[in-house]
T-cell receptor
Framework: GENVEQHPSTLSVQEGDSAVIKCTYS??????FPWYKQELGKRPQLIID?????GEKKDQRIAVTLNKTAKHFSLHITETQPEDSAVYFC??????????FGGGTRLMVKP | SAVISQKPSRDICQRGTSLTIQCQVD?????MFWYRQQPGQSLTLIAT?????????ESGFVIDKFPISRPNLTFSTLTVSNMSPEDSSIYLC??????????????FGPGTRLTVL
């Protein structure tokens, strides 16, 4: 089955700096890669996703890149703000129609 | 976006008892999923619930411990049976929801925080 690894597990940045979180996946059949943000005590919320026919996708300060050959994808947050502080999860989706989640990254943005 | 609700939002239970968690989606969906999220950890899939068939359980989870019902296309329940303190966790339901015939985004319910004493 799919295995998704996520790095780093914690990330501390200064407000205004960029943050990058990386994930690798094992199943070459995976074709959809969402990113979720989970604030303390709340449900995971989808913030951006990318499909295997696209190499990059951007939504304001958030971007995701996908390298299918290397089987890795990354989340980029620019001009970080304190409200970006949360746990971020990547996931891979394969033909089994299930998501496999990475271990999570706790992002702390220091004002 | 879809609206997925869960009941109860939290509960404190005694060991050896059972708790049933309800999940309601505001649209008809084919597949519903139940996840467990232990404190500070990622999301682990317990099982997939399809309407009209038995739930499919992931490795490490069994029907006797986590029986699931899926009586219609908008509702599912997960029961945590014969609970022990190790079952203390957040339980989340989720489903693929999309526009028209395309179900292409997975949304989560708010979760049920379970504490077993």
């Amino acid at each position: 089955g799919e295995n998704v690894e996520q790095h780093p597990s914690t990330l501390s940045v200064q407000e205004g700096d960029s943050a990058v979180i990386k994930c690798t996946y094992s199943d070459s059949a995976s074709n959809y890669f969402p990113w979720y943000k989970q604030e303390l005590g709340k449900r995971p919320q989808l913030i951006i996703d990318i499909r295997s026919n696209v190499g990059e996708k951007k939504d304001q300060r958030i971007a995701v890149t996908l390298n299918k050959t290397a089987k890795h994808f990354s989340l980029h947050i620019t001009e970080t703000q304190p409200e970006d502080s949360a746990v971020y999860f990547c996931a891979g989706h394969n033909a089994g129609n299930m998501l496999t989640f990475g271990g999570g990254t706790r992002l702390m943005v220091k004002p | 976006s879809a609206v997925i609700s869960q009941k109860p939002s939290r509960d404190i239970c005694q060991r050896g008892t059972s708790l049933t968690i309800q999940c309601q989606v505001d649209s008809q969906v084919t597949m519903m999923f139940w996840y467990r999220q232990q404190p500070g950890q990622s999301l682990t899939l317990i099982a997939t619930a399809n309407q009209g068939s038995e739930a499919t359980y992931e490795s490490g989870f069994v029907i006797d411990k986590f029986p699931i019902s899926r009586p219609n296309l908008t509702f599912s329940t997960l029961t945590v049976s014969n609970m022990s303190p190790e079952d203390s966790s957040i339980y989340l339901c989720s489903s693929w929801v999309g526009q028209g015939l395309r179900a292409d985004t997975q949304y989560f319910g708010p979760g049920t925080r379970l504490t077993v004493l």
